[in-house]
């Protein structure tokens, strides 16, 4: 088994910073891609960035400049700096993760965490 979990959100005014965290945990062979998607409430889920297992990154356009997504392979843990947040910034940010267990090598699963809400209120 394999879970994501997800920590850091919370509440910051506009202009503030937060830091979330999504670990990887379970019976992991490897991971490949990961990433950040966030939603809000009657809204589709939106990509914001992602990141491969050798660093390149993309990012959605409104987040350019402001956000910044890392990963620690050794601890199979991603991040996400979110700095100069504003209020349209408010979702529940989900973290996912393409993984090939121990049980199956050679088959690669895309994993989901359960999310972090952010709420950017003054």
């Known amino acids: 088994q394999v879970q994501l979990v997800e920590s850091g959100g919370g509440l910051v005014q506009p202009g503030g910073s937060l830091r979330l965290s999504c670990a990887a945990s379970?019976?992991?062979?490897?991971?490949?891609?990961m990433g950040w998607y966030r939603q809000n409430s009657g809204k589709q889920r939106e990509l914001v960035a992602t990141i491969t297992s050798g660093g390149s990154t993309q990012y959605e356009d409104s987040v350019k400049g402001r956000f910044t997504i890392s990963r620690d392979n050794g601890k199979n843990t991603l991040y996400l700096q979110m700095n100069s947040l504003k209020p349209e910034d408010t979702a529940i940010y989900v973290c996912?993760?393409?993984?090939?267990?121990?049980?199956?090598?050679?088959?690669?699963?895309?994993?989901w965490g359960v999310g972090t809400r952010v709420t950017v209120s003054s």
């Open positions: 996912n993760a393409d993984i090939r267990t121990r049980s199956t090598a050679t088959v690669t699963s895309r994993y």
């Open positions: 379970g019976s992991i062979f490897s991971i490949s891609g």
